[in-house]
């Protein structure tokens, strides 16, 4: 197959050494797949036939980030001035593998079958001769031929993922390609093919090897790449690998939701997440995780919210999230089931005045900003959004979020207190009237920031050191 590709003028730098040196030099991987889809290629890896101390002599702004496997990584600028990295690994074949990863041992060949040979799915599998091109540096369209040894054009157009070879033994050299296999199918729109699905199916126990590092950062591709996630949440829940690492997801399946609600704990959960923007997409997973273990059984899940961010917090904590995304998911866990009263021009004049005896007053809208975080407000609304948007029984009505937003601008508007820095009293004004730095200076702050969001003209030092000797 023949088709026009743009091949960046910093690749081909990299590839014309390799050819003016006598060396073979072929452009692989996902980049291939992606000029054949029409898409732009984000990284551009190079195979060849020289040796890794030989690219290490031509390319000397190199890093060797892999040089016992074949791989440097070559430093090269575009026509700006850009530096760029181009991943050149040596043609090789792989051993027996150990841990679910790593080759027992790397033989470099010469010729670029065998180096197709040893990847993951055929489009993967699919090569570009550069040393066929025009490698003057300039970047405008050419003609490319791909070199396709195992049928992977036909695969893209029969939108299949399959594994190169035997599939079992694909899966048995990498436990993490069975979870890309879900998350290409995913992200591509793909089925994946029968003997290729079975065999994930049977390399559990290869992927239970794969550190959890490597599993959040695969299933995180997942979410922020595919159309719609719940595709390969769905194929990995059905090959049995979302159990591995997010066995309380898979607990939600069946869980019934009798009243407000269309689907089932786990169907709501999913579809969430397809509507949810970037930023909370994995929040709004695992937004009702909690409904399990407060299932009243007649459509009440008291607590859930509760329950869900401690257990989001297990959860993240398991897949090595950092500190400050777990903290903001346990906040918007907490907080999701907020209700802010809002009159709407349905509501007849006896409706509308009960809701104005419950509506929030500034202290409240103050308490609010402390409880969720001002920084994490607009998330929160985003996750509301995508919770009641997936939900076709939900009454929610958008105007919630609208009159709240205005409140909350009218108080943020207002010279107030959210933290404990915001207050016009320090520690060192705590400790010159007697109380001891540690855990009661941190009570007596916080005890002073309670008091200024319910009044925020209390916010002055005389007045806060009055009700620092009333607590004392």
Known sequence: ??????????????????????????????????????????????????????????FPKSVAVGAQFGT???????????????????????EEYVDGRWPSSVEFVVEVDKDLGRRDFTFNAMAIDLSQLDLSGNIEEQTV??????????????????????PIERFKEDGLRAMRACRLASQLDFDIEEE??????????????VSMERIRDEFMKLLLKSPKPSKGINLLKDTGILKIFLPE??????????????????????????????????IALLHDIGKVDTDTKDGHFYGHDTLGANMVENIMKRLKFPNIEIEKAKKLIQNHMFYYPHITDEMDEEEKESLKLNEWTDAAVRRFLKRVGEEN??????????????????????????????????????DMALTVSDLKITGDDLA????????????????????????????????????????L
């Open 377 to 414: 407000i607009e998330d929160l609304f985003r996750l509301r959004l995508a919770d009641a948007m997936s939900n076709p029984s939900s009454e929610y009505d958008p105007k919630e979020i609208a009159d709240l937003q205005a409140h909350i601008s009218k108080v943020l508007q207002e």
């Open 1 to 58: 197959m023949k088709l026009q590709a743009k091949i960046p003028d910093y690749v081909q730098k990299t590839a014309r050494i390799l050819v003016n040196e006598g060396f073979q030099a072929y452009l692989v991987g996902g980049a291939v797949k992606d000029i054949v889809l029409g898409n732009e290629p984000h990284d551009y890896d190079l195979a060849t036939d020289a040796l890794p101390d030989e690219m290490i002599e031509m």
């Open 196 to 209: 290729t699905f079975e065999a994930i199916k049977k390399s559990i126990p290869v992927v239970e090897m």
């Open 249 to 282: 997801l898979v607990d939600t399946v069946g869980v019934e939701q009798k009243l407000f609600h269309t689907y089932d704990v786990y169907e709501h959960s999913i579809r969430t997440c397809d509507i949810a923007e970037d930023s909370v997409k994995f």
């Open 72 to 94: 440097i990584l070559s430093l090269s600028p575009d026509d700006k001035g850009e530096i760029h990295e181009v991943e050149v690994t040596t043609f090789r074949s792989e």
């Open 432 to 471: 010159k009237v007697g109380i001891p730095r540690g855990p009661e200076m941190g009570d007596i702050l916080d005890k002073l920031l309670d008091i200024v969001i319910e009044d925020p003209l209390k916010n002055e030092k005389n007045i806060l050191l009055e009700e620092v000797r009333k607590m």
């Open 145 to 166: 031929e791909i070199y396709d040894p195992f049928n992977g054009l036909t695969d893209l157009n029969m939108k299949l993922v399959r594994a190169v070879g035997t």
